[in-house]
């Protein structure tokens, strides 16, 4: 089981917005100095850094992400939703009790 | 611009050693951690461990007992070595790197910012 709950599925319209969600635990998302991170997996290619520390964005991501961090959990939104959009969508955390890198079970994300 | 070339035997039998090793090229190998996930089929991402330039090694507890990441800076390489695997080990494995931020009281282990490209694994007698 992931150490972070993400629901398996989101679906959407084009030109929609969509919100991801991340649950974690204060060793986690809600711990000092850990920042949430999001991944986009296009099919068969290599996951893609999306937002680091919770709402940065790096270079060549388009605007229409952007993430949130409160408490123990995370949200990942996508606005303006596009049919290049469809992938899967992981959050990731450095976990103290561990201590390593835990990531959610994924969203798979559907343009309708 | 930093480039991760990845590579290892991708069929293995049950028991055997998985070993796969990622080249860096590009950028600095110093000032980073090094890491490996895998994805199971149809499955998610897991982290394995990460090292840092200096040799300090993270490992999934998961996973620790079997597992060995080591460095060799003179070639800018990494490598994996997961002893006595099975069926359950058959997985993409991605090297990655680890953006690190050295803060007061440690260091943030940051973002997986550059990916290898994946090497598919399989164990099967």
């Known amino acids: 089981q992931p150490v972070l709950t993400q629901p398996p599925s989101v679906s959407g319209t084009p030109g929609q917005r969509v919100t991801l969600s991340c649950s974690g635990s204060t060793s986690n998302i809600g711990g000092n100095y850990n920042f949430v991170y999001w991944y986009q997996q296009l099919p068969g290619t290599a996951p893609k850094l999306l937002i680091y520390?919770?709402?940065q964005r790096p270079s060549g991501v388009p605007a229409r992400f952007s993430g949130t961090q409160s408490g123990t959990s995370a949200s990942l939104a996508i606005s303006e939703l596009r049919s290049e959009d469809e992938a899967d969508y992981y959050c990731?955390?450095?976990?103290?009790?561990?201590?390593?890198?835990?990531f959610g079970g994924g969203t798979k994300v559907t343009v309708l | 611009q930093v480039h991760l070339q990845q590579w290892g035997a991708r069929l293995l039998k049950p028991s055997e050693t998985l070993s796969l090793t990622c080249d860096v090229s590009?950028?600095?190998?110093?000032?980073?951690?090094w890491s490996w996930i895998r994805q199971p089929p149809g499955k998610g991402l897991e982290w394995i461990g990460e090292v840092s330039h200096t040799g300090n090694s993270y490992y999934n507890p998961s996973l620790k007992s079997r597992v060995t990441i080591s460095i060799d800076t003179s070639k800018n390489q990494f490598s994996l070595e997961l002893s006595s695997v099975t069926a359950a080990d058959t997985a993409v494995y991605y090297c990655a790197r680890v953006d690190i931020v050295v803060v007061v009281d440690g260091i943030i282990h940051d973002a997986f910012d550059i990916w290898g490209q994946g090497t598919s694994v399989t164990v099967s007698s």
């Open positions: 590009g950028g600095s190998f110093s000032g980073y951690h």
């Open positions: 990731a955390a450095w976990d103290d009790s561990l201590p390593g890198q835990v």
């Open positions: 520390r919770n709402n």
